[in-house]
Nanobody, 124 residues
Framework: VQLQASGGGLVQAGDSLRLSCTASKRTSSNNGMGWFRQAPGKEREFVAA????????YYADSVKGRFTISRDNAKNMVYLQMNSLAPEDTGVYYC??????????????????WGQGTQVTVSS
């Protein structure tokens, strides 16, 4: 089971980035996928999640209206489109996969597998 996150970088406030998460075929059959982020000195926090059907999406209040999560099951990919980026969005972004049905999408312990993370830095 492998997850590979990519697409991070250094951008200015107001810019956009799209993160990608490549999942192995076995991972993509999991219940749901999510993006979390971790700023220096802080705990990993929920950003967005998507169910298997892709019709159900969930967002942290801090990113609603700016970020969009999507998935392409045929390609075993999950994406996070990030618009209107702000300095407080800076952090390492991780994609995760949930296997357990009924697990809560917004908590770290609900995720069984994690990618290695990709750095997003937003300058003011």
């Amino acid at each position: 089971v492998q997850l590979q996150a990519s697409g991070g970088g250094l951008v200015q406030a107001g810019d956009s980035l799209r993160l990608s998460c490549t999942a192995s075929k076995r991972t993509s059959s999991n219940n749901g996928m999510g993006w979390f982020r971790q700023a220096p000195g802080k705990e990993r926090e929920f950003v967005a999640a998507v169910g298997w059907s892709a019709s159900r999406t969930y967002y942290a209040d801090s990113v609603k209206g700016r970020f969009t999560i999507s998935r392409d099951n045929a390609k075993n990919m999950v994406y996070l489109q990030m618009n209107s980026l702000a300095p407080e969005d800076t952090g390492v972004y991780y994609c995760g996969a949930r296997q357990r049905s009924g697990s809560y999408y917004a908590t770290v312990p609900s995720y069984d597998y994690w990618g290695q993370g990709t750095q997003v830095t937003v300058s003011s």
